[in-house]
């Protein structure tokens, strides 16, 4: 690891809880570290699971994935659906040995810019410590 | 087997179904498909124990979904895809006959042992069926028994690293020829995810990458689906052990949501609702 | 020269030893589960010697599944295009005359109209050491489309098993002989032959078909309800093409991010429902055995036409891969039958 390596987090967010939450993070100035690249979704249920394997394979060292609180569903039962494909995506992981603390699911509204702020600070530390996925990167053999 | 070639005979003769998709020998401890339109050929058919081919998997294949009536000869663990295609409105029950045959076990792939799978069968009475042939046989396990699978146990007791390592070395030597998809009953969609290419979600080069995605992409598509016939395993020409990861999902789908696939076409599929209460304490 | 042979334990040794020169990539047999593959080895690669036919054929060393065929980099400067990584010499061990007459037939593709250089260079550098057939069974017929247990086409080194643990080795190419000469320290076993070896001669393998009737049915049959019933188990997967020896399609993929790209050779396969989708979206082979009708066709007919030769060299690999019971020897012994009867 070089010292100057700072991860690269792909964090999907729903755009009416999460999005707006980070925008009042933003708005509030409460400082949080850049390792985050946000995507916005329509919504949490709209994250397909291919979307953390396409950031593995893009670079990424962790994925965070944030909606909106269970009941605050702009489409009132969107982030249902995604809890589940997010439960067996975990278990799916896990069995194949990448690590859980990887991809990191939370719930975040509109009004809780600190919490997210709190919480991408708390992922960046934890993922400096489990250092870079060279792991999943290097899958991406150009010869047999 | 005189009953079923009966059968098979009676509905071709009456055309009642254009198709039956049966079992011959293929030689000695083998068995392989035959698919009749003709009522002479029905005295090829036989059923064994090595009777392994799911032969549901022929029911989605686009020629045969467009004749009029199927019949399929089908074991317990093979009627549970039909419900799966029935709940997901892949079939319509009208325009398949189901030739259901009561059957203890089958034999592995190899010829030498039991089958793994049949040690925790529930369904050695087919559920779903318009015939049913053979005799009533006990049930060894109830429906209520919550399944655990010594290998998912054994595989789990290993660190990350050796699971990563287990599944880099195995998923290399995966060729994509896609088998697994093809074999698959419940692999229906008319265009896989694997065969778009805009946008590319899949590295269709058989590079350790590529081969990740599509083994993950190919399980979580199953995950809640898949009724554990194993077919996917079995036809691997690289012998890579797919059931595990299968088969672990079907235990969190149990854990999680307490479903098992292809018991009740009726059923709501797990992965497309929810209760309030599903666990999120991983969520943070 | 004396005879020289080869004993197990010396031929893993050599084997090992080549593997430790990152110079050169070696292949050999290796056993997983009940089958053996023949697979690129490294330093803890278990090889086993006692097999009958490795499931995938040795296609794999001179064809990689998938293969850089072209590298570049964007800057402020514009293009640049990269280095390939070069051919590296190869040394295959452990195919079967079957696989290695292969060979010139996939020589005379690649070297047709357009000069497949990935593939010509390999072949110029390969060493391939081919172990003569000492088993069969039921899918095996070399002899009907021209080769035999002992066959020597495509080889450099043919070794024939003398006893249970060891082979004698025999020079076929120069190259062969060279490596005969330089790795002369391996094959110098002192082996008693044994009674009983070699298990089978090539009337064991009676001809089964004519493959000449079999090109004018095909031609002449394109239509026939027959094709129907070949193809009708066919699920449309890609493993009887990717083990077999000659199937040799393949498609180029490119994989591109902003800085940099690169464009890749895959295996592909006539027997998948997206090999000839066009971009209209139709689909000239939409039936399965409709693309399994191509898969014979152009192995015993329009390769005929093109290069004289049928493409199949009677491993048998197809058959004994697919799960859904096509079996390439039925359907061609039914075929030679048809033509017989019909006369056509």
Known sequence: ?144 | MKELIAKAKELLMNKEVDLLIGYQSAGEKKAKPLLIKNPDDADKLVFNEYCLSNLVTYLNRPDIKALSKVAVVAKGCDIRAIVVLLSENQLVREKIFIIGMTCDHVMSPDGTEENIKCSYCKVRNPHLADVVIGAPIDERISKETVVRHEDIEEFNKKTKEEKWNFWKEELSQCIRCYACRQVCPLCYCERCIVDFNNPQWIDTRSNPRGNFAWNIVRALHLSGRCIDCGECERVCPANIPLMLLNRSLQEEAKDKFDWEAGFDPEAQPPLTTFRKEDDEEFIR | MAEQYIDYDKAKEMLGNLTKNSEIEVFGPVKKGNDTFISKLNQNSELSFDYFITVNSIKEALLPRFEPILKYRINHNGVTLEDLPPVKPLVVFGGRPCDASSLPLMKKLFNWDFKDEFYLERLKKVIIITIACDEMDENCFCTSVGGSPRNETGSDVLLERVCSTGWKAKAISEKGKNFLKENSNFFNAKLTPEKGYPKIAEKDIPVVFDSKKIKTWIENNFESPLWEEFGANCLSCAACTFVCPTCHCFDITDDASMWKGVRTKNWDACTLPYFTKHASGHNPRSQSYQRYRQRISHKYSYYIDLFGQVSCTGCGRCSRVCEAGVNILDILKRIDKEATKGGK
């Open chain 1, 1 to 144: 690891m070089s010292e100057n390596w700072e991860p690269k987090i792909v964090t999907f967010v729903c755009n009416w809880c999460t999005y707006a939450g980070a925008d009042l993070a933003g708005t509030s100035r409460f400082k949080y570290s850049p390792n985050i690249r946000i995507i916005k979704t329509p919504c949490s249920g709209r994250i397909d699971p291919m979307f953390i394997v396409a950031a593995f394979e893009k670079g990424a060292d962790a994925v965070l994935i944030s909606g909106c609180h269970p009941g605050d569903c702009h489409y009132n039962e969107g982030n249902y659906n995604a809890r589940r494909k997010f439960i067996m995506m975990r278990r799916l992981l896990s069995e194949l040995g990448i690590d859980n603390e990887r991809v990191i699911f939370a719930w975040c509204s509109a009004s809780e810019g600190i919490k997210f702020a709190r919480l991408v600070n708390e992922v960046s530390e934890k993922i400096k410590e489990l250092g870079p996925f060279d792991e999943y990167h290097n899958l991406d053999q150009e010869e047999r």
